[in-house]
T-cell receptor, first 112, second 112 residues
Framework: DAGITQSPRHKVTETGTPVTLRCHQTENHRYMYWYRQDPGHGLRLIHYSYGVKDTDKGEVSDGYSVSRSKTEDFLLTLESATSSQTSVYFC???????????FGPGTRLTVT | AQSVTQLDSQVPVFEEAPVELRCNYSSSVSVYLFWYVQYPNQGLQLLLKYLSGSTLVKGINGFEAEFNKSQTSFHLRKPSVHISDTAEYFCAVSDRGNKLVFGAGTILRVKS
């Protein structure tokens, strides 16, 4: 998985609780992305980062925030989880030069 | 905004038969095109990409795709599939930036 880890890999949480997912890379890539995968929708971009402390919204950013204080770490936070945020979350990285993205193994989040 | 349409949600095929997975995109500007594969409970892996040059692109595992600008299509083909090709396949497009828009995915089921 191109030196990308995600933690936790599985999480069950209750509605209304905050949740933070972590993505860690060892490739020193500039770009990092958070996607969610839902049946029938493919992957949809939540937020992305183009450098330390530089982030921008994606297609489905409502209810999510991100932070990137170091090149290697990109955090996704659900401030108050809802059942509609039950999904599989993927982190991806990219160098920005070949336009490829490399994906992590995913985090399965269930909000009850 | 760009969009990607994968015309078949599922494609069943017998082992050793040829297969085509169809992808159309909406952008009228120059684009980069990608096909990714996702095996069960794993992240996405790049199969092939088109950035420029020859419109016939060869990828890993015997897959190839043809870029057709006039029809805004990027169909994926394999002349003879194996059981191990059973997976979900995603087409993605970039408008030459560093963000990808994914299609909803096509599940390829190879039967013996």
């Amino acid at each position: 998985d191109a030196g990308i880890t995600q933690s936790p890999r599985h999480k069950v949480t209750e509605t209304g609780t905050p949740v933070t997912l972590r993505c860690h890379q060892t490739e020193n890539h500039r770009y990092m992305y958070w996607y969610r995968q839902d049946p029938g929708h493919g992957l949809r971009l939540i937020h992305y980062s183009y450098g330390v402390k530089d982030t921008d919204k994606g297609e489905v950013s409502d209810g999510y925030s991100v932070s990137r204080s170091k090149t290697e770490d990109f955090l996704l936070t659900l401030e108050s989880a809802t059942s509609s945020q039950t999904s599989v979350y993927f982190c991806a990285i990219g160098s920005g030069t070949d336009y490829e993205q490399y994906f992590g193994p995913g985090t399965r989040l269930t909000v009850t | 905004a760009q969009s990607v349409t994968q015309l078949d949600s599922q494609v069943p095929v017998f082992e050793e038969a040829p297969v085509e997975l169809r992808c159309n995109y909406s952008s009228s500007v120059s684009v980069y095109l990608f096909w990714y594969v996702q095996y069960p409970n794993q992240g996405l892996q790049l199969l092939l990409k088109y950035l420029s040059g020859s419109t016939l692109v060869k990828g890993i595992n015997g897959f190839e795709a043809e870029f057709n600008k006039s029809q805004t299509s990027f169909h994926l083909r394999k002349p003879s599939v194996h059981i191990s090709d059973t997976a979900e396949y995603f087409c993605a497009v970039s408008d030459r930036g560093n963000k990808l828009v994914f299609g909803a995915g096509t599940i390829l089921r190879v039967k013996s």
